[in-house]
């Protein structure tokens, strides 16, 4: 009974490249988070969504960040020409319904801009 | 929208005694109010939630109280070892319309000296 998965676990981008951080969640669970953890920091939100739809997005910048959950695959998180700020642990998590509970975390996916 | 905050940002104790960790929540419509472990490099886990409908919750060394009228909540952990050593994260979830969103503390670096 796998738990949520991400990939890559560890990511070098350079300044301007792109990063994509992917996310398959709990067998059963339709509801996907991302948060994102600085060093010695809190979690923080970014989106979150459920399949095919963007349920909230408020955590998100405006600019070069998106997030996607299609019909078939993984979450995608998607950085565009990174800057050095974005170096950080990106954590997604998963849970079965829209009713508060627990929310499963992967093991995170640690974005180094060079 | 919803602030947390968390308080210490660091305890030390000896082995064998108690650590108490404290939140505060801003939005009374929080119901439900997780506390989340997280070793070094590894994803945060539950270890502990109480929902508002419930005053304290125990689970063998570790208690929950939530006090909604003051708007705060307590990890407690009796009998500490040295594995409980960790990043504690205390999060508040509020319902915004068909989305839920957990907030979380800054965290609570906890060290057991043995």
């Known amino acids: 009974n796998a738990g949520v998965m991400q990939n890559p676990r560890h990511l070098v981008r350079r300044r301007g490249q792109e990063a994509r951080l992917r996310c398959s969640p709990m067998?059963?669970?339709?509801?996907v988070y991302w948060y994102r953890q600085l060093p010695e920091e809190g979690l923080k939100f970014m989106v979150y969504l459920q399949k095919e739809n963007i349920i909230d997005e408020s955590g998100m910048p405006k600019e070069r960040f998106s997030a996607e959950f299609p019909k078939e695959g993984p979450s995608i998180l998607r950085i565009q020409q990174v800057v050095r700020g974005d170096s950080a642990a990106y954590f997604c998590a998963s849970s079965p319904g829209r009713e508060a509970g627990e929310l499963f975390f992967g093991e995170g996916s640690r974005l180094t801009v060079l | 929208g919803e602030n947390v905050e968390q308080h210490p940002s660091t305890l030390s104790v000896q082995e064998g005694d108690s650590a108490v960790i404290k939140c505060t929540y801003s939005d009374s419509a929080s119901n439900y109010f997780p506390w989340y472990k997280q070793e070094l490099g590894k994803r945060p886990q539950l270890i502990i939630d109480i929902r508002s409908n419930v005053g304290e919750k125990k689970d063998q060394r570790i208690a929950v109280t939530l006090n909604k009228t003051a708007k705060h909540f307590s990890l407690h952990i009796t009998e500490t070892q040295p594995e409980d050593s960790a990043v504690y994260f205390c999060?508040?979830?509020?319902?915004?319309?068909?989305?839920?969103?957990?907030?979380f503390g800054s965290g609570t670096q906890l060290t057991v000296l043995p």
């Open positions: 067998k059963g669970h339709s509801h």
């Open positions: 999060a508040a979830s509020i319902p915004r319309g068909s989305a839920r969103q957990l907030t």
